[in-house]
Nanobody, 128 residues
Framework: QVALVDSGGGLVQAGGSLRLSCAAS????????VAWFRQAPGKERLFVAAIRWNSRITYYEDSVKGRFTISKDNADNTVYLQMNSLKPEDTAVYYCAAADRYYSDISDFHKASSFSTWGQGTQVTVSS
């Protein structure tokens, strides 16, 4: 089984940057993809970005394209989410999640139910 620990959140002014980390341990050889989701108070958990574990092909939700970059460090099995040009509407708890199934349809990455393992979440607050 894979375990995920996400970190790197904080308080930043609009226009600023943060880098989130998701450290994966355990049976990572079964992992097919890792994604970041976010959840604002009173709202559902929404897809942000995903990366395929082996090919490192990436996918993004439209509102973060050009501002956020997801990447993977093969040396230590850590997935990063670099967030630039942050906006107040990016404020949320950010969760990383791992999938052990291969999804050819990228719409499956947008579903929280596609991911079996979750990190504990890290708060990102963007002030205006």
């Amino acid at each position: 089984q894979v375990a995920l620990v996400d970190s790197g959140g904080g308080l930043v002014q609009a226009g600023g940057s943060l880098r989130l980390s998701c450290a994966a341990s355990g049976r990572t050889f079964r992992t097919q993809a890792v994604a970041w989701f976010r959840q604002a108070p009173g709202k559902e958990r929404l897809f942000v970005a995903a990366i395929r574990w082996n090919s490192r092909i990436t996918y993004y939700e439209d509102s973060v394209k050009g501002r956020f970059t997801i990447s993977k460090d093969n040396a230590d099995n850590t997935v990063y989410l670099q967030m630039n040009s942050l906006k107040p509407e990016d404020t949320a708890v950010y969760y990383c999640a791992a999938a052990d199934r291969y999804y050819s349809d990228i719409s499956d990455f947008h579903k929280a139910s596609s991911f079996s393992t979750w990190g504990q979440g890290t708060q990102v607050t963007v002030s205006s």
